[in-house]
Nanobody, 118 residues
Framework: QVQLVESGGGLVQPGGSLRLSCAAS????????MSWYRQAPGKERELVAR????????YLADSVKGRFTISRDNAKSTVYLQMNSLKSEDTAVYYC?????WGQGLYWGQGTQVTVSA
């Protein structure tokens, strides 16, 4: 069955960095678009970043441009979110998402908590 397992979250001070990973299994990873979403307390889930199946197309939300990067390793069936210069407003649960088109896909991971606080 499809599994998406996020890791790498935690507590970090403002200005710090984290790298999230999402390990995928149960489907042909190299043919899927992969996304990172986040949901802060009391807010709706929002798209943070998306990468096409071959990695040639990337979307980053305006709020994270210049600070976050998304990448993938199809040989390892893993997608990454490198987060630098973290701010308190980046605090949220981050979810991995996969699908077969450029949009919200069907499959979700369980989420990983990122807390940015001094």
């Amino acid at each position: 069955q499809v599994q998406l397992v996020e890791s790498g979250g935690g507590l970090v001070q403002p200005g710090g960095s984290l790298r999230l990973s999402c390990a995928a299994s149960g489907f042909t990873f190299s043919s899927h678009f992969m996304s990172w979403y986040r949901q802060a307390p009391g807010k709706e889930r929002e798209l943070v970043a998306r990468i096409s199946s071959a990695g040639s197309s990337i979307y980053l939300a305006d709020s994270v441009k210049g600070r976050f990067t998304i990448s993938r390793d199809n040989a390892k069936s893993t997608v990454y979110l490198q987060m630098n210069s973290l701010k308190s407003e980046d605090t949220a649960v981050y979810y991995c998402n996969s699908g077969t088109y450029w949009g919200q896909g069907l499959y979700w991971g369980q989420g990983t908590q990122v807390t940015v606080s001094a």
